[in-house]
């Protein structure tokens, strides 16, 4: 007999709060339910498959899991600032949308102060002040650009508040933008988060979709 798409999409939300369930139970049994699950919804519908999985890492990841399991450690990337974060792909400009400079997510700010996403060293913070890029100490590369096409209001709703090759902890602040001066110039002030040595890492994980602050962490990364 087969099963009809809504018959699949049943089978994926059930599937998600079983799979909840039972990551605060045992996380060992999480294999062999996620492998079952493979089988069943590959069948049905490939796309059905593709978001169980995604589903499953994200939770994974918040439990802790990988490390548990393997041995190795997560890097995690706060948000820099205040406000939504949404995929990468929503933004507006395909050199960040389309991955030109790194995998990533970004923000739609609800204020303007960009503190530092982790324990990281200052590689340039452009003169401009839209811009800055660090290197975590454990090696990513991250680039934060503060709305688009910024650089064209030559630093005039920035305010600089580090200099390269300053050493700075999660928290720090490192800029503010004056966030309705870039709007009345006619420009987005959605941010784009970055990790520009994306390669470094076979698992990239983000968390999208909801308001964050500095406190709340949106990418982590295993190499």
Not at 108 to 113: A, I, L, M
Request: glycine content about 8%; hydrophobic content about 45%; proline content about 5%.
């Amino acid at each position: 007999m087969a099963i009809c798409t809504k018959d699949g999409r049943y089978i994926v939300e059930c599937s998600k709060k079983y799979m909840s369930e039972l990551l605060l139970i045992d996380f060992e049994k999480i294999l062999q339910y996620a492998m079952c699950m493979k089988r069943i919804l590959s069948k049905i519908v490939p796309s059905f498959w593709a978001e169980f999985r995604n589903e499953a890492e994200r939770m994974l990841f918040q439990m802790g899991f990988f490390k548990k399991l393997f041995g190795k450690p997560v890097d995690s990337i706060y948000a820099p600032l205040a406000g939504k974060a949404v995929p990468i792909t929503q933004v507006p400009d395909p050199t960040f949308a389309e991955g030109m400079l790194g995998n990533g997510i970004a923000i739609e700010p609800s204020e303007g102060k960009v503190y530092a996403p982790c324990d990281a060293t200052v590689d340039m913070m452009f003169t401009t002040g839209h811009a800055v890029s660090l290197v975590a100490d454990f090696g990513a590369e991250i680039l934060i650009h503060v709305g688009l096409e910024t650089v064209g209001l030559e630093g005039k709703p920035f305010t600089i508040h580090v200099a390269n090759g300053d050493k700075v902890k999660k928290g720090q602040l490192l800029l503010e933008a004056d966030l309705e001066a870039i709007k009345a110039a006619g420009l987005p002030t959605i941010t784009p988060v970055l990790i520009c040595n994306t390669d470094d890492y076979p698992t990239f994980n983000t968390t999208v979709g909801k308001a964050v602050t500095n406190q709340d962490v949106v990418i982590e990364l295993v190499k």
